[in-house]
């Protein structure tokens, strides 16, 4: 599985950006996706998770009401809307595949990808 994160840059706060994650190498549709985070000095955290159709999705509290996750099965591809983008927004986020259609209560991912920087300024 490979997956390649992208849309990441600085923005001011109360700005919005949409981070894309393209996926190949497995059958996109058959599995859920995730984000997750990385704040420098803190521990990667969730962000926000969705299932095989679409039709379930998960948020961290830190974010919900503000960003949104989507899919489209037919592009391979997940994508992360953030508006109303905060300082403590800015880390290296990363998608990830679960091993499951749907997603796992603990949201244990199976496979990782490379980061995209998000950088809020204040």
């Known amino acids: 599985v490979q997956l390649q994160a992208s849309g990441g840059g600085l923005v001011q706060a109360g700005g919005s950006l949409r981070l894309s994650c393209a996926a190949s190498g497995h059958t996109f549709s058959n599995y859920a996706m995730g984000w997750f985070r990385q704040a420098p000095g803190k521990e990667r955290e969730f962000v926000a998770a969705?299932?095989?159709?679409?039709?379930?999705?998960y948020y961290a509290d830190s974010v919900k009401g503000r960003f949104t996750i989507s899919r489209d099965n037919l592009k391979n591809t997940v994508y992360l809307q953030m508006n109303s983008l905060k300082a403590e927004d800015t880390a290296v986020y990363y998608c990830a595949v679960a091993a499951q259609s749907y997603v796992p209560q603990d949201y244990g991912m199976d496979s990782w990808g490379k980061g995209t920087q998000v950088t809020v300024s204040s």
């Open positions: 969705i299932n095989w159709s679409g039709r379930s999705t």
